[in-house]
C-alpha cells in the first residue's frame, strides 16, 4: 500500500483560536489587541510599554476568531481529515500550544462538569468529544473493515509520565521505550483500553481527566507545567478479493501541553537545558524539533526527538509518515500581547515545517 500518496502537502496544519476577553480583563479594562483581516491573517498590536510597539501580521491555514464556536473548530480545523487518516493507518496528533489560560483545555476538552453522561451533545464539548463521534460516524460507515479501538490517557510531569487511567496510589512514573517491532516509542505498561462503543472513549477522557485534577495540590499550577496525551489507537483489517487481510495500524494523539510561558521561565531562571528537568524541558525540546523540522536544511539531518518524553512519543507524527495539527491558542488582551506575539511567532515557524 503506497500510503505516501494519501499524505497531504504539509506534514503540519497551524490553526489559532482566540478566546474571547474574560470578564475579569473586561472589568480591569483590558482590550483586545488583534485584529482579523480575513484570509487565515491575524493583525496584532504591538506590545505596550516595552521596546516592541510595531504592530504584525501573521498568517496561518485558518484563524479563529473569538466567536467561533467549539464545533466549528471540528468542523474547519482540519481535525477530520486527521481522524480519517489515523482511520487510514496514519500517526496524527492534534496538540493545543499557548500560555496558561489562552483556551487550550477548553478547546480540547471544555469546560468541566459536561460529562457523568448528562450532556450529550452539548455547545461546551470540546474538540475530543467531537472528534470521538465523528470517528464512530465513519467506523460505521466503514462495512468493509473490521475495526479494533484502544485508548490510553497519560500525563507528563517533571519528565515523568504517569497513567492517567491507572495511577496507582503511589502514581509510579512509567518507562518510555524503544520497539524495534513498531520503530517506534512506547510506554512501557501503560493502561490502554479496548473500546467498543463511543461510551468507552468518553469514560477515558472523563476518567483520565479525574485523575489528573486528583493528583496535585494546585490544580493550576500542575496543568500549567504538565502535558496530557490522549491516545485512539485504531487497527482496521480488511478482506481482499483475493482472500489476503490487509491490517494497518493508525493512532490519534490529542496533547494538552503545558503552559508556553513555561519555556520562558526556564530560561530566565537561568538553567541549561539539562537543569531545565524540573520546569519543562519537553516543552523546550518540542520547540527544537519545530525549528529543525521547519529548517529545510535541518530536516535532512538531526531532530532531537529523543531529548525528552513528550517529543518521543510524538516523533512518528511530527515526521516522517505522520500528520499533526497545531492548534495555537491566544488571549487578545492586550495586557498578554507579548506571550501572545511569542505563541503567533512559535505557530508561523511550525507552519513551515
Ligand atoms: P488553558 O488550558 O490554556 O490554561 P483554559 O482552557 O483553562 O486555558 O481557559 C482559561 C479560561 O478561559 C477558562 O475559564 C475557560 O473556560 C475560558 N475560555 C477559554 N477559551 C474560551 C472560549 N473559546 N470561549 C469561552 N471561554 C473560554
Ligand atoms: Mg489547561
Not at 475579569?24 to 491573517?41: A, C, L, M, T
Not at 494523539?253 to 520562558?264: I, P, Q, R
Not at 526527538?305 to 492586550?334: F, Q
Request: proline share 4%.
Amino acid at each position: 500500500i503506497a500510503t505516501h500518496q494519501l499524505l497531504p502537502e504539509d506534514n503540519i496544519n497551524v490553526v489559532v483560536r482566540v478566546r474571547p476577553l474574560s470578564n475579569r480583563e473586561i472589568k480591569s479594562g483590558d482590550e483586545s489587541g488583534v485584529q482579523f483581516p480575513g484570509n487565515g491573517q491575524i493583525h496584532c498590536d504591538g506590545i505596550p510599554n516595552s521596546g516592541d510597539k510595531k504592530p504584525k501580521l501573521f498568517s496561518y491555514n485558518v484563524v479563529f476568531e473569538p466567536a467561533a464556536s467549539q464545533e466549528d473548530i471540528l468542523q474547519y480545523s482540519g481535525v477530520k481529515k486527521l481522524i480519517e487518516m489515523a482511520v487510514e493507518g496514519f500517526s496524527c496528533t492534534a496538540f493545543c500550544y499557548g500560555q496558561t489560560g489562552s483556551g487550550k483545555t477548553h478547546t480540547l476538552t471544555g469546560p468541566p462538569g459536561l460529562f457523568n453522561g448528562k450532556n450529550p451533545y452539548s455547545e461546551g464539548h470540546g474538540l475530543v468529544f467531537r472528534s470521538f463521534v465523528y470517528l464512530f460516524k465513519i467506523l460505521q460507515e466503514r462495512q468493509d473493515c473490521n475495526f479494533v479501538l484502544r485508548a490510553s490517557f497519560l500525563e507528563i510531569y517533571n519528565e515523568k509520565v504517569i497513567d492517567l487511567l491507572n495511577p496507582g496510589t503511589s502514581r509510579k512514573p512509567l518507562a518510555v521505550r524503544w520497539s524495534k517491532k513498531i520503530r517506534g516509542f512506547f510506554v512501557e505498561n501503560l493502561f490502554t483500553v479496548e473500546c467498543e462503543e463511543l461510551d468507552d472513549l468518553l469514560a477515558v477522557l472523563e476518567e483520565g481527566m479525574r485523575n489528573r485534577s486528583v493528583g496535585s495540590h494546585n490544580m493550576n499550577d500542575h496543568s500549567s507545567r504538565s502535558h496530557t496525551i490522549l491516545t485512539v489507537h485504531i487497527t482496521s483489517e480488511q478482506q481482499m478479493e483475493n482472500g489476503v487481510f490487509i491490517s494497518k495500524q493508525g493512532k490519534i494523539n490529542f496533547v494538552d501541553l503545558a503552559g508556553s510561558e513555561m519555556t520562558k521561565k526556564t530560561q530566565s531562571e537561568g538553567k541549561t537545558l539539562e537543569e531545565a528537568n524540573n520546569i519543562n524541558k519537553s516543552l523546550m525540546v518540542l520547540g527544537y524539533c519545530i525549528a529543525s523540522l521547519s529548517d529545510g536544511k535541518k530536516k535532512a539531518g538531526h531532530i532531537p526527538y529523543r531529548d525528552s518524553k513528550l517529543t518521543k512519543l510524538l516523533a512518528d507524527s511530527l515526521a516522517g509518515n505522520g500528520v499533526s495539527l497545531m492548534i495555537a491558542c491566544i488571549s487578545p488582551a492586550r495586557s498578554n500581547a507579548s506571550e501572545t506575539i511569542n505563541t503567533l511567532r512559535y505557530a508561523a515557524r511550525a507552519k513551515k515545517i
